[in-house]
């Protein structure tokens, strides 16, 4: 799993985080393989932190916003 830190800090996910990131988000949060598939196709045509992307497409709520980035701070 690998995250990396920017110069201004926010962290920023490799491909190699998101076959975990995606066991995390099916499993502990119930999001849909659906969801997931639409935020990865996403962030293809957009690049950005797929936790971000599920949430501004209104496919997870704040609160698991909030789980996903705990789950990779402790994950890494």
Partial sequence: MTIH???G????MSPSTYPGLIDFLQEDLAISSASIAVALRRSQQ???PLP???WQYGLITL???ERIYDWLE???
């Fill in 5 to 7: 830190t920017t110069q």
């Fill in 9 to 12: 800090g926010e962290k920023k």
């Fill in 46 to 48: 957009d690049p950005g």
């Fill in 52 to 54: 971000m992307i599920l």
């Fill in 63 to 65: 609160d698991q916003l």
């Fill in 74 to 76: 402790t994950s890494s």
